[in-house]
């Protein structure tokens, strides 16, 4: 299976956001991104280990990782990446894995919002289920944080797997608004066939090139074929401009 490169490569994007932090990036759950925004030593490390531990409620200095059920399923959430925002307001992504899991089941992301105080982080929000996730038990294996898609800033998760020797992986875009994250759109970020019998060798991998902020933005794709696709916000969801022209598996 190809890396998922979170390609969006949101890396035109991030280079004006703020930092993100990334957790431990040498262990992430899932596979490892191509790219963090930035990797931090053990002092940032130990900052979003202590808000993962006061958003899931654990006591001070456990091991950041903690087991939360869910229509009677146990996932278990470790945190990968913090973001800054206004008024002091941190936002914690963990992904959340699913033992025993079948090929088409997967993870799950879980946002927290964190006010930092001069005792530590104080809980203001939780929000289960957001963004992309990959297969077999895994959340979102790759993301990016990102200020200019709108005046609030968004999360970008991307996940997929692997279906008879054809790969496919769509990414969601999830603004972090003040009330709380609101999901609102994807785009086919990754696609692979070949491998399977009777396929179709080709491949595409998909990048936000441009955006007009909470208006529009623009996927380009490299690959078997060069092309870009628009998607325009309406109604609170970013639509494709168009007939979508990357094959499915």
């Known amino acids: 299976m190809r890396k998922l490169l979170l390609p969006l490569s949101i890396l035109p994007l991030l280079a004006a956001a703020p930092a993100a932090w990334a957790f431990d990036p040498d262990t992430p759950v899932g596979e490892k991104p191509e790219a963090f925004p930035v990797k ?6 130990t900052t979003i280990a202590a808000a993962f531990r006061t958003a899931f409620g654990l006591e001070k200095g456990a091991a950041p990782e903690a ?10 959430f470790r945190p990968v990446a913090i973001h800054t925002m206004a008024n002091n307001v941190a936002v914690l992504l963990s ?7 079948g090929h088409s089941e997967g993870g799950v992301n879980a ?7 001069p005792t530590g982080w104080v809980k203001q929000g939780e929000w289960m289920d957001v963004g992309a996730v990959g297969t077999v038990g895994n959340g979102a294996t790759s993301w990016a944080f990102t200020n200019l898609l ?6 970008v998760t991307a996940g997929g797997g692997v279906w ?12 972090l608004t003040p009330a ?4 609102r759109g994807s785009f086919t970020d990754a696609m692979s066939s070949g491998a399977g019998s009777g396929q179709i060798e080709q491949g595409y991998d998909g990048q936000i ?5 909470g208006k529009s933005f623009t996927v380009g794709y490299t690959g078997t074929k060069s092309f870009k696709q628009q998607y325009v916000l309406k109604d609170g969801k970013y639509a494709l401009v168009g007939p979508e022209k990357v094959p499915g598996c």
């Open 150 to 155: 709108a005046a609030n800033p968004y999360l």
């Open 180 to 183: 709380g994250p609101v999901d």
């Open 164 to 175: 008879q020797g054809c790969l496919i992986s769509s990414a969601v875009v999830t603004e």
């Open 95 to 101: 992904v959340g894995s699913l033992e025993d899991a």
């Open 209 to 213: 090139v441009a955006a007009v902020p």
């Open 40 to 45: 931090l030593g053990d002092e940032e490390n």
């Open 111 to 117: 946002i927290h919002y964190l006010k930092g105080s």
């Open 67 to 76: 087991a939360r059920e869910i229509d009677e399923r146990t996932y278990h």
